[in-house]
């Protein structure tokens, strides 16, 4: 089965509309500046449920999804739109829950106001990881020799992913200014601080983890 033919199978307006909602958010911010750090550490302390795209494009065995992100482009908005929907189908809306490495262009990101709106579920923030894409460069090197991710060790794939951001992703930053959404975060700090940024600015309150 083709893999867009197997995420077409998923239909999220079938979902009864919960009551209430957790906390929903979206991390943004150029490759290598700790959206995926920052998502675990909100997973583990603050009981948030994680979906990263880029996790999950990963895993896939498919050969054009490999290709894409060999060569540092973005998935299809289509195709992308159908990975969120399943993933996010998993989840229970009623827990916070935090979306990594979607939405990436101003498409995506109509889409999930929309599937959100569907399900009468709202984004609550957007946190933005600001970062001088030499020091995001830097510690991209030091991860392709740490976890040794594909994607992070070929200069031309890390440069397009940059271009990529900088022309697609990067207007999200306004998209979510005007909607008054988004918490813009210095990225240079360390990975504790950063956390406590984003705690102080979302009032999150720590998980007990006894409960
Ligand atoms: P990083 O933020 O470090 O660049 P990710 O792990 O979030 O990396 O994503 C890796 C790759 O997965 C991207 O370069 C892209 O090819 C693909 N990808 C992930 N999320 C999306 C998305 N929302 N839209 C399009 N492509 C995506």
Redesign the pocket.
């Known amino acids: 089965m083709s893999v867009i033919k197997k995420f077409e199978q998923f239909n999220l307006e079938e979902r009864v509309l919960p009551d209430s909602q957790g906390e929903i958010v979206v991390v943004l911010g150029?490759?290598?500046?700790g959206?995926?750090t920052l998502s675990k550490q909100l997973k583990s302390d603050y009981n948030f449920e994680h979906i990263?795209?880029?996790?999950v494009?990963?895993k896939s065995e498919d050969e054009d999804l490999k290709k894409?992100?060999a060569r540092?482009?973005?998935?299809p908005?289509d195709l992308?739109l159908k990975i969120?929907k399943k993933e996010f189908k998993k989840l229970d809306p009623t827990k916070n829950i935090i979306l990594?490495?979607?939405?990436?262009?101003i498409k995506?990101a109509n889409e999930l106001d929309s599937m959100l709106g569907k399900m009468g579920l709202g984004l609550s923030h957007a946190l933005f990881l600001k970062l001088p894409y030499d020091v995001a460069k830097e510690r991209?090197k030091r991860r392709a020799e740490i976890e040794g991710r594909k994607?992070d060790a070929d200069i031309n794939t890390i440069n397009k992913?940059f271009k990529?951001?900088e022309e697609k992703t990067f207007p999200l930053v306004d998209f979510y200014a005007k909607s008054r959404k988004l918490i813009k975060i210095d990225a240079e700090m360390g990975k504790d601080e950063i956390l406590q940024k984003v705690v102080e600015r979302m009032k999150l309150k720590k998980a007990n983890k006894n409960l």
């Open positions: 150029p490759p290598g500046s959206k995926g990263s795209t880029g996790d494009i990963r894409i992100i540092g482009d973005l998935v908005d992308m969120l990594d490495g979607f939405p990436r262009t995506q991209i994607d992913r990529e951001y």
